[in-house]
């Protein structure tokens, strides 16, 4: 059985989890699902239809599922939030709904957004991602497992954050960066390959070379992309590493974060 606090307001509807956990001045509305043993510490708001999983720690003052602050959002449409399992949302977590009809914003599994970050509409959210302090995705973003946003970093809308990616605090992202890079600056440029990263992530050092290797081809041996592409495939072969780069060059729709000349050094040899 749930614990529900009666200083709570749960409609009747709702489906809430065995074990959950509900804490005082908490509302919870019609369409919205809880997971088992998540726990809703006081002060939340869950509205629209948001599904929240299991194992999930929500603290004070968060809001889930609230209509898309998008214009275009029309209101009383049916749009999806969802939040996957075991993720701790931090004090005044925002994650709102889809703006389309019968879009969705999508949080993955094991996920830790720190205080005050938000998730716009219709953003995707892998899994192990951490969001530090005040991070701000705007509109349709998608950030790739076990990438790390630092504090203050904001997300220009439809860019792309790939897997096992660091940003820096306070960059500001208007261009996509890549898998297993470090991107920093003001607008925020890759630097270099994200080895610590890459290291916590279980990667080989083979699979850590061969990266890097990728990434001095795509960027410092003057060549046009295409053709740097295509010069990564022939030198270093397939794989599923190299291919999860590529894949994402191809599938940009904001451009690339390039390096700029200053990070060339710290890329060759």
């Known amino acids: 059985m749930p614990d529900i606090s009666p200083l709570s307001v749960v409609h009747p509807n709702a489906k809430i989890g065995s074990d959950c956990v509900i804490g005082p001045f908490c509302t919870i509305g019609e369409h919205v699902e809880v997971g088992a043993r998540t726990c809703l510490k006081s002060h939340v708001v869950v509205d629209g239809y948001t599904t929240i999983g299991e194992d999930c720690v929500v603290y004070p003052f968060v ?29 005044f977590v925002s994650v709102h709904s889809g703006t389309e009809a019968d879009s969705a914003t999508e949080i993955g599994n094991d996920c830790v957004l720190l205080t005050q970050a938000h998730v716009g509409h219709n953003c995707r959210v892998g899994n192990h991602v951490v969001m530090s302090h005040s991070v701000a995705l705007a509109g349709h973003c998608v950030v790739g497992d076990y990438a790390n946003i630092g504090g203050l970093a904001a997300v220009h809308q439809f860019c792309q954050i790939g897997s096992v990616a660091m940003v820096a605090g306070m960059a500001r992202v208007v261009q996509d960066v890549l898998p297993y890079t470090i991107a920093e600056g003001f607008p925020a440029h890759m630097r270099v390959v994200n080895k610590i990263g890459l290291e916590r992530a279980g990667f080989s050092e083979q699979k850590i070379k061969d990266i890097r290797k990728a990434f001095r081809i795509l960027f410092f041996r003057d060549l046009r992309l295409e053709e740097a592409v295509a010069e990564v495939r022939e030198e270093i072969g397939d794989s599923d590493e190299i291919n999860v780069m590529l894949d994402a060059i191809a599938s940009s729709q904001r451009g690339l974060a390039r390096p700029d000349s200053a990070t060339f050094e710290l890329n060759v040899g």
């Open 63 to 91: 809001s889930l599922g609230i209509d898309s602050q998008d214009q275009k959002h029309i209101k009383d449409s049916v749009s999806y939030t969802r939040i996957g399992d075991r993720n701790t949302l931090r004090e």
